[in-house]
């Protein structure tokens, strides 16, 4: 996929790391002690006292961690972000390698003025019922209240008292030098509470990865072994961004063993600075004379431009909406990418759109792409697993025939009023499917548009990858069930089949046939801003068909950054292992 066009600019991180399932009981790791005031010193004030004289022990060390864990835990009582998990249960097959077999999806927002709880995105009802399978159970019995929120927290009651620490070594994490302190429960002490690895920076002292479990496992519930990271979000401000769970054997009864590897991630930290109001700005700086030109020029619309800028109200009404609450990207340069595969399509079939388009990225994993009017929206899921370019021109194609075939849409949107609904409540009140006719004419229309396009040497690619897809889909469900637009396949059809009979076989011992790539590999987003950018990691090629991964969920191991002067400088990138593109 050619896609290199990643700006100099900084930007963003990716990182993850492991989580626990913790009970919502007195069993959670030192629950909810109250914050003592003194955390609340800024992080200016301490940095600058600390930095002058540097810990001369580990035990000056560990009060400095101590003390900055404290302040972290006081600033995530003020942060709300998005908390995604998506989980794959494994299977052993015959040749000792996993398998994934079934999913889970969870998303909810983080909220811990009262201790850590979420609230969830994904609803109840399916919870519900899938509670019946194993895994699920653990989830929404012990898992979901709190189990997403503990998993980015250490200890909310960080104590050196409570804990046996042993200096390991300095290592680098990307480009911070790290203290690398293995991290035990005092003998005797019945609270559960981290055990594992503790990476801190060695500058201002912040907890920047932790890897482990909580000890000791309750008699009934269970946690997990994870691995979580922080990212510099802002001078001075480490949050956490992602966590990588896996359990091989984690009995759960007699004969009940889950088997399973799951990847959290958080964004949405400063939804305040995604809703700053533009307009008003906007407004102050016209000349006069500009702003009555405006108005003249749309002084008496006809019916027909009346009716458009209805449906544009509506469109944009939606689109606000959805990044208010973190699940749209801001506009951006992947945007722009996107744009340009359209312009590909448009200009190579001489079709003159009346209006504009736009491009925007879903930040979601769940693959799923869709039009509200004239936008068009993929989901991070689906940028991160497409293996080209063609892939990309099919996924593009469909939704642009539906915008040139002038599908409905429902305008009921353009009426302000419903979009006064919970967050939570968007998947439920948000809804831009279309009836199963236009489904059909829109993949008859895209087919045709492919074909007389740059890409249509190259369909065979978006075949296998469509293939692949339904080879999936019987067990990836929720990774391939959409929340806002219309399926993209399942167990029984599939967009697009047309590009099936063109595509060669699928063959899991090709290296150099990548149907696929795993989630994680293509998109890169910024905790805090939401921006999104294309991943610049390394393609390596595959030493074996088990390092193809496609759809699945791999480690993170971002690539850490120190924020020098201000936000305009960061620079997280990541090199994970997600990304095995040709
Ligand atoms: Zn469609």
């Given at each position: 996929m050619q896609i290199a066009r990643c700006g100099s600019r900084l930007l963003l991180i990716v990182l993850c790391c492991g989580f626990a399932a913790a009970a919502q009981d007195a069993s959670s790791p030192a629950a909810q002690p109250a914050m003592s005031t003194s955390v609340s010193s800024s992080p200016a004030s301490v940095q600058s006292s600390e930095r002058s004289v540097p810990p001369a022990t580990l035990n000056e060390v560990l009060d400095r961690v101590v003390q900055r864990e404290h302040f972290f835990m006081a600033q995530m009582r003020h942060m709300h972000p998005l908390v995604e998990t998506y989980l794959q249960s494994l299977k052993t097959d015959s040749t000792g390698h996993n398998i994934p077999v079934n999913d889970r999806y969870f998303l909810g927002r983080l909220e811990m003025s009262d201790g850590p709880e979420d609230i969830s995105f994904v609803g109840q009802p399916g919870f519900g019922q899938r509670m019946l399978s194993k895994l699920t159970g653990v989830y929404s019995l012990h898992y979901l209240p709190m189990g997403f929120a503990q998993?980015?927290?250490?200890?909310?009651?960080?104590?050196?008292?409570y804990y046996k620490f042993n200096f390991v070594r300095r290592e680098f994490l990307g480009e911070l030098r790290c203290l690398v302190i293995d991290v035990q429960p005092r003998e005797g002490d019945r609270t559960p509470r981290f055990k594992g690895r503790i990476w801190v920076e060695d500058q201002d002292y912040n907890i920047v990865r932790f890897n482990g479990t909580y000890d000791p496992q309750p008699k009934i519930n269970f946690f997990f072994h994870f691995d979580s990271w922080r990212l510099n979000m802002r001078p001075g401000v480490w949050l956490p961004a992602y966590v990588y769970t896996e359990e091989s054997d984690l009995k759960t009864g007699l004969t009940r063993t889950l088997h399973f590897k799951a990847q959290t991630r958080l964004w949405g930290y400063d939804l305040k600075g995604l809703n700053k109001n533009e307009e008003f700005t906007q407004i102050l700086v016209d000349s006069q004379d500009s702003v009555r030109d405006q108005s003249e020029a749309t002084a008496d619309p006809s019916p027909v431009v009346a009716q458009r800028m209805w449906e544009k109200q509506a469109e944009d009404n939606a689109i606000e909406r959805l990044q208010k609450i973190g699940l749209l990207a801001p506009p951006g340069e992947v945007d722009k990418v996107l744009a340009t595969v359209v312009n590909n399509l448009l200009v190579t079939n001489n079709i003159d759109l009346q209006g504009d388009f736009h491009c925007r990225v879903l930040l979601t994993s769940p693959l799923e792409s869709f039009t509200i009017g004239h936008t068009i929206v993929m989901s991070r899921g689906l940028l991160d697993v497409l293996p080209d370019e063609a892939s990309l021109a099919m996924v593009l194609a469909h939704e642009l025939a539906h915008i040139v075939l002038g599908h409905p849409f429902d305008t009921k949107l353009a009426f302000n009023d419903k979009l006064f609904f919970p967050d939570q409540d968007s998947f439920r009140r948000l809804d831009f499917r279309h009836s199963p006719a236009d489904e059909e004419a829109a993949d008859v229309k895209a087919i045709e548009m492919l074909k007389n396009s740059p890409y249509k040497d190259k369909l065979a690619n978006a075949g296998l990858f469509l293939k692949a897809l339904q080879d999936k889909a019987p067990d990836l469900p929720n990774l391939i069930r959409p929340h806002l637009g219309n399926s993209f396949a399942s167990a029984k059809s599939i967009r697009m089949t047309a590009l099936l009979t063109s595509a060669p076989q699928l063959d899991d011992k090709k290296l150099d046939q990548i149907a696929a790539l795993p989630l994680g590999g293509r998109i890169k987003v910024d905790p805090w801003s939401d921006q999104v950018e294309l991943s610049k990691s390394k393609q390596v090629a595959l030493t074996s068909r088990w390092e193809k991964m496609e759809f699945e969920v791999t480690p993170f191991f971002p690539n850490l950054t120190r924020l020098s002067t201000g936000p305009e400088k960061v620079a997280l990138t990541t090199s994970d292992s997600g990304t095995v593109a040709k």
């Open positions: 998993m980015v927290f250490l200890d909310s009651d960080f104590q050196k008292k």
